[in-house]
Structure formats: structure tokens, C-alpha cells
């Protein structure tokens, strides 16, 4: 199937809480790989995450608007509506449902460190590009991991998928691995919730019982403890 529609950086996570390391890695990718929009794919439930701490679906989704406000950024749980679990199904469905546009995987340094624990990993690689963007601490990790040493031989520079989309190429080819490195940023979702314990309070249901909508679906995005999963 032809795609040539925009070009769409995916990054995925439990965004427990979302903070300014997502917003800013989401920009700079879209600048580095000429994206045209980035989706937030807020995860019911990381399956690589103790489930203990992590706050409703809507919570993080309310958090994550926040973030992305006045950005080119969609924030949404469309897992949820998929009814998938592991990331190579979603991705897949993604494809499926929007058949021309052009996908881009976003990940950083520390996932490819253990990318290869992911349920069909090398399947996820050969649906679309993968950018990793460098974390602080997890360079060396991700070097020598597995999945690295299977990666390393689709590296791409980041202009040629750029390259591919002004010349609206016909096939938008994985695998691939585009590595990006910019001024690292050390903040995390960890780091915020100690710093900030409250956060989750002030991103709860509203008083006024306003309903939270889906920025991809428009579907109501309800606060449901998310699932219990065991493996990505």
C-alpha cells in the first residue's frame, strides 16, 4: 500500500506524569525528522511498569494536554479503543486505520536498552522507521543491547527520511533506525512524581464533572485503573 500522506512521530509511555523531557524530545524529533505532527500514545498500562503508583488513564491523559498545549502534538489513549496490549498490535492497527500516512516510532535511549524484552520486538522494526533519541545514563546500555546488535545494520541519517518525504517516495520503508542526539534532557516521570507528589490531584476529574475527549477518537476517556499486563 502507497503512503503518502503526513509523516507522524509516535511516542508511547504511561505519561505518569507527562512533563517538559516529553514535550521537548517531541519537538525536536519533529524538527530533526521534518515530522508533520506527533501522537501521544498514552498506554493504559505500561506492562514494563509496576502497576503500584500509576495514576488513571484520564489523570495522565489531562496531564499530558497540558504539556502539549499550543504544540503540534495529539495527545491520546487510542489503545484503549484498539483493545491491544502489546505494542506491535497496536502499531499494526495504527497502519491499518490510517492506510497513506507515514509513522515514524519515537523511543528513547533507555527502551532500546531493553527493546528486546518487547513481544516481537524485530516485528515493531519492520513496521515502520525507529528514531531513538539519546537519555542521559542509558548510551551505553542501548549500544550493547540485543536489539542494537540486530538494528545497527538498518542505521539511517535523519535527512533521509526527510529526503523521503519531499519526494513523497512511494514506499515508506523499515527497517530502519535513525539515531538523534541533542543537549540531553534529564528530567523524568519519576523525578516529577517525588518532587511533586500532588500532581495527579490536580489533574483529576474537574469539579464540574467535564468529560475528558480523546484529541484522535472524540471519544470520552473515563479514570479506569489500568489493566494488568505482563509483557510489552
Request: a positive charge; proline letters at 8%.
Amino acid at each position: 500500500m502507497n503512503r503518502t500522506g503526513p509523516v507522524t512521530g509516535l511516542l508511547g509511555g504511561s505519561f505518569n506524569p507527562a512533563h517538559g523531557g516529553h514535550r521537548r524530545i517531541s519537538l525536536f524529533a519533529k524538527h530533526a525528522l521534518g515530522l508533520d505532527e506527533v501522537w501521544w500514545l498514552v498506554s493504559p498500562g505500561n506492562p514494563l511498569k509496576p502497576r503500584a503508583g500509576m495514576a488513571p488513564l484520564a489523570t495522565r491523559c489531562r496531564s499530558a494536554r497540558a504539556q502539549a498545549r499550543r504544540a503540534p502534538i495529539v495527545v491520546t489513549a487510542i489503545e484503549r479503543e484498539l483493545d491491544t496490549v502489546f505494542t506491535a498490535d497496536t502499531l499494526a492497527a495504527l497502519l491499518r486505520r490510517y492506510p497513506r500516512r507515514r509513522f515514524v516510532w519515537l523511543m528513547g535511549a533507555d527502551n532500546l536498552a531493553q527493546f528486546h524484552r518487547w513481544r516481537q520486538w524485530r516485528r515493531i522494526a519492520r513496521q515502520m522507521p525507529i528514531a531513538v533519541i539519546a537519555r542521559p545514563g542509558y548510551d551505553g546500555a542501548a549500544i550493547a543491547s540485543p536489539a542494537m546488535a540486530w538494528l545497527r545494520r538498518y542505521r539511517l541519517p535523519a535527512t533521509s527520511l526527510r529526503d523521503a518525504k519531499s519526494r513523497c517516495r512511494r514506499e515508506w520503508s523499515a527497517p530502519a533506525l535513525i539515531e538523534l542526539r541533542f543537549d540531553p534532557d534529564p528530567r523524568s516521570a519519576t523525578v516529577v512524581r517525588l518532587s511533586d507528589p500532588d500532581w495527579a490531584a490536580r489533574h483529576s476529574r474537574p469539579i464540574n464533572g467535564a468529560g475528558l475527549r480523546d484529541q484522535l477518537t472524540h471519544r470520552l476517556i473515563h479514570d479506569s485503573a489500568p489493566p494488568d499486563m505482563q509483557a510489552r
